[in-house]
């Protein structure tokens, strides 16, 4: 167990619908980040949070937003899917913006758009 | 834009069969390079970090090197719990995010 807790690890959804991930980082990390895994594309980064701000974007579709709670806790929304949104989503965190250690990654939700 | 590139995207060893990962990254200031073992259907686990050429970390069968240009991952008489997916990532002294190669598939054979 990293630590990092993500729910739900597996959901099917149909096409045009919404969902949300929810990632808890490890206990005293203040920095969140959300990767995409596709079997052509490799971890694409998403988006960073720390202590609850935007800190950056990565190829995030328009469709995608986030937010860091004030616990610390993340949620990553998807919304009017595509069939091409299927993929694992990897949430990280670190105690900080950039950490010597990389970051600590959850086990993902593996989305199924279909 | 921070590139990383690895090689080969699969290798198929026999246990005890010595061999080298590539790592190829374009980053405009290295802060840190970054190796992960990933398992199908999980997070990447990290192995180790490396700073400035000519560092090198040793991890059970596993030594990791740096260059300025290029990483390498050796993996000495492997065994079959070594399969998995090796994945290199370089992170840059300005936003820090890490950006990934697309992964080495390692199956070793008993």
């Known amino acids: 167990d990293s630590g990092v807790t993500q729910t739900p690890k597996h959901l099917i959804t149909a096409t045009g619908q919404r969902v949300t991930l929810r990632c808890s980082p490890r206990?005293?990390?203040?920095?969140v980040y959300w990767y995409q895994q596709s079997l052509d594309q490799g971890l694409q980064f998403l988006i960073h949070y720390y202590n609850g701000e935007e800190r950056a974007k990565g190829n995030i579709l328009e469709r995608f937003s986030a937010q860091q709670f004030p616990d610390l806790h993340s949620e990553l929304n998807l919304s009017s899917l595509e069939l091409g949104d299927s993929a694992l989503y990897f949430c990280?965190?670190?105690?900080?913006?950039?950490?010597?250690?990389?970051?600590?990654f959850g086990s993902g939700t593996r989305l199924t758009v279909v | 834009e921070d590139q990383v590139t690895q090689s080969p995207e699969a290798l198929r060893l026999q246990e005890g069969e010595s061999s080298s990962l590539n790592c190829s990254y374009t980053v405009s200031g290295l802060r840190g390079l970054f190796w992960y073992r990933q398992d199908p259907g999980k997070g990447p686990e990290f192995l180790f970090t490396l700073y400035s050429a000519g560092e090198e970390k040793e991890k059970e069968r596993l030594k990791a090197t740096l260059t300025k240009k290029e990483s390498f991952l050796h993996i000495t008489a492997p065994k079959p719990e070594d399969s998995a997916t090796y994945l290199c990532?370089?992170?840059?002294?300005?936003?820090?995010?890490?950006?990934f190669g697309t992964g080495t598939r390692l199956l070793v054979s008993p």
């Open positions: 206990s005293g990390d203040l920095s």
């Open positions: 990280a965190s670190s105690t900080r913006q950039g950490s010597n250690y990389g970051y600590t």
């Open positions: 990532a370089s992170m840059n002294t300005g936003f820090q995010k890490l950006v």
